[in-house]
């Protein structure tokens, strides 16, 4: 349901493109955006639309990191400029929607398969 594309071996100082397309079975898209998980460390917020369009960044990659998203709100990339050796991870496609289950809302994560970025010194 989210298809992820873009990773890759890349020298520090380069730019990798990272891109993510959702299938319109996950439904009414609220937030979507870039997770990444290092080996040994837990999964971090990378970037991130909110669900008022606003975006948010990590401060690792603030200046450096730039997402994007098209105007259906079923892709979103995530341009990486300047990337350091600590950038390296798996990253992950993340979208989620809000359904309502017993009266109540609910939030539904999606997640993509992972791109592995592995950035050299």
């Known amino acids: 349901q989210l298809q992820a594309s873009g990773g890759g071996l890349v020298q520090a100082g380069g730019s990798l493109r990272l891109s993510c397309v959702a299938s319109?079975?996950?439904?009414?898209?609220?937030?979507m955006g870039w997770y990444r998980q290092a080996p040994g460390e837990q999964r971090e917020l990378v970037a991130t639309f909110r669900s008022d369009g606003s975006t948010n960044y990590a401060d690792s990659v603030k200046g450096r990191f730039t997402i994007s998203r098209d105007n259906a709100k079923t892709t979103v990339n995530l341009q990486m400029n300047s990337l350091k050796p600590e950038d390296t991870a798996v990253y992950y496609c993340?979208?989620?929607?809000?359904?309502?289950?017993?009266?109540?809302?609910?939030?539904?994560?999606?997640w993509g398969q992972g791109t592995l970025v592995t950035v050299s010194s």
């Open positions: 319109g079975s996950i439904g009414s898209i609220v937030g």
């Open positions: 993340n979208a989620y929607v809000f359904r309502r289950t017993s009266g109540a809302l609910v939030r539904n994560d999606y």
